[in-house]
């Protein structure tokens, strides 16, 4: 549970999530075209495709952590695909079954989203 429980270290100082006002724990979502205060959004929120004002949930968006943004050079699109597809069939919120799903995922995707 030790990696897992990573994600919930440091809430900081980061502003809270646009549509539910709670403290974003990583990975969450920053909106790429909404400026130029960020946009964030948890997890949550952004599989319900929250909106708000300018914001349309079909806006571009990174996913962020602490350390580096999830999309990285050198992933492809599918990589990038088949890790947003696990957001929306595993749902947030549970990281245990979130992070089952993910064993279908490649092992580079895998240690990716577990270990950052
Ligand atoms: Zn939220
Ligand atoms: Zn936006």
């Not at 100082?13 to 959004?41: M, Q």
């Not at 929306?88 to 990281?95: Q, R, T």
């Amino acid at each position: 549970m030790d990696r897992l429980a990573s994600f919930a270290n440091d809430p900081s100082d980061k502003p809270p999530c646009r549509g539910c006002s709670s403290y974003l724990t990583e990975p969450y979502i920053k909106c790429a075209e909404c400026g130029p205060s960020p946009f964030l959004l948890c997890l949550q929120c952004f599989t319900r495709g929250f909106e708000y004002k300018k914001h349309q949930s079909d806006h571009k968006y990174e996913i962020m952590t602490s350390d580096f943004p999830v999309l990285e050079p050198g992933w492809t699109a599918q990589e990038e695909m088949a890790l947003l597809e696990a957001v929306m069939d595993c749902g947030f919120g549970n990281w245990l079954v979130f992070s089952s799903c993910l064993v279908r995922f490649p092992y580079k995707l895998h240690t990716h989203v577990l270990i950052s």
